[in-house]
């Protein structure tokens, strides 16, 4: 079986820990399903035919993706069941696109495909690329209302935009399935304050959602990104919505389906999203990292400096740099030794290709001598990172490993 240090790879080199990637996929999919929820991951994360496989078999809806090139893509991967259903986050606002998703539900690439609108064009759009489509393509569509955040991204910025928004589908003859935001906009932490903040969020998309029951044929879908605070959306939009009395008549209990969009879960990382864990919150246990960047000691310049070979077109970088987790010798003919744990190292800054780390009294004794005593060229470093979705998309193949051991060699779509 391939090592990691085999000669045909080389650095910087990613790696997905295979055990980390089960345990967080079938976590995920048991806390979900005992709460009562749907769900789509998203799968930009990845993009890897082979992981969503491995959501599939889990138990997902089907795929969340954030463009038209990925739902063509994740469609394109031909896998049964819920691989033949996706939800794109996103208007869809190209009418060439348009013509494609109608072609897609007519043969048979795609059994269902969900679509958000967040203005009267979007509706008129999808309603010209859908006219005269046959009965049974029409209903392959579901539209939902997408409801944002002031200041924020997309989606209608009110409950009553939304609820009229919901109108105009229905008069477009579109199949309305429900409403869906990103909650992610509401808060930047896990305190109090914010954690009610999100809620305060869902609570309006379940209004929305109460709002427009009546033109939705079926239960009512509320769906929320659900990565940082999956804890709150699935608990507070799982709860009994009712119906609004209407001319007299006793509001009455409404069918929904809540459906998360969770994604970075299944790789988890040292930084974003091991601070926030919504999931030990949901009462399950905490997720794995999975993702190492591995990277080759190219110089160590002067005391307490190092610079490994390893920068912004290798890692992510836009919420946290990267950590360093360990360091490991390599012999004459690259094979590499025992692990070693560094502490009182730090990534102080990125170039393009290269990785400046600082040094303090943690990572080598006075006995030692300067920094190229403590970590030497040479030497391969493995780095934890925060958010993995800007690091998977720099690569187009990661090993799933066992250990040293190459489990798999999965393909990155991007």
Same mark, same amino acid.
């Given at each position: ?55 599939? $078999?889990? +138990?997902?809806? &089907? #795929?969340?993706?954030?463009?038209? /090139?990925? @739902? ?5 991967? *031909? %896998? =049964? ?45 999808? $309603?010209? +690329?859908?006219? &005269? #489509?046959?009965?049974?393509?029409? /209903?392959? @569509? ?5 409801? *944002? %955040? =002031? ?45 009610? $903040?999100? +809620? ?10 109460? @709002? ?5 044929? *079926? ?196």
């Amino acid at each position: 079986m391939l090592r990691i240090d085999d000669p045909r790879f080389s650095w910087p080199l990613l790696t997905l820990d295979e055990p980390a990637l089960d345990h967080n996929i079938a976590t995920v999919a048991g806390a979900f399903a005992a709460a009562g929820v749907e769900h789509a991951p998203h799968v930009k994360t990845h993009m890897s035919r082979q992981i969503w496989e491995r959501q599939v $078999a889990a +138990g997902a809806w &089907g #795929a969340t993706v954030a463009t038209p /090139a990925q @739902l063509r893509t994740a469609l394109g991967w *031909g %896998v =049964p069941g819920a691989g033949r259903r996706a939800f794109l986050a996103n208007e869809l606002v190209d009418p060439r696109e348009i013509a494609w998703l109608r072609t897609a539900l007519t043969d048979g690439t795609a059994d269902e495909v969900w679509v958000y609108v967040d203005s009267d064009r979007g509706v008129d759009l999808l $309603a010209d +690329g859908f006219a &005269g #489509a046959a009965p049974e393509v029409a /209903a392959r @569509l579901g539209v939902l209302v997408e409801l *944002g %955040v =002031p200041a924020g991204r997309t989606g209608v910025r009110t409950v009553p935009d939304a609820v009229a928004l919901a109108g105009r589908v229905d008069d477009a003859g579109l199949r309305l399935v429900g409403v869906a935001g990103y909650e992610g906009p509401v808060a930047g932490g896990t305190s109090t304050e914010e954690l009610a $903040a999100v +809620g305060q969020w869902c609570d309006g998309l379940r209004e929305a959602g109460a @709002l427009i029951a009546s033109l939705v044929d *079926g239960p009512v879908v509320l769906s929320a990104g659900g990565s940082a605070f999956a804890d709150v959306v699935t608990r507070r939009l799982g709860e009994p919505l009712q119906a609004a009395a209407d001319d007299g008549a006793a509001a009455g209990a409404l069918s929904t389906r809540v459906v998360l969009r969770s994604g970075a879960y299944v790789t988890h990382d040292h930084g974003h999203y091991l601070r926030t864990d919504p999931w030990t919150r949901l009462g399950a246990e905490p997720l794995r990292p999975a993702i190492t960047v591995w990277a080759s000691v190219l110089s160590a310049p002067e005391p307490g400096l190092v610079i490994c070979g390893m920068g912004r077109r290798d890692v992510s970088f836009d919420i946290d740099l990267p950590t360093p987790l360990v360091v490991r010798p390599a012999d004459a003919d690259g094979r590499l030794g025992e692990a070693r744990e560094l502490t009182g190292v730090a990534v102080t800054a990125l170039n393009d290709q290269h990785a400046y780390l600082s040094l303090d009294g943690a990572a080598g004794s006075a006995a030692e001598g300067p920094a190229d005593g403590a970590l030497r060229p040479g030497d391969v470093v493995g780095f934890g990172i925060s958010h993995p979705c800007t690091t998977l998309d720099k690569y187009r193949t990661a090993l799933v490993t066992r250990g040293d051991e190459v489990a798999e060699q999965v393909t990155l779509s991007f």
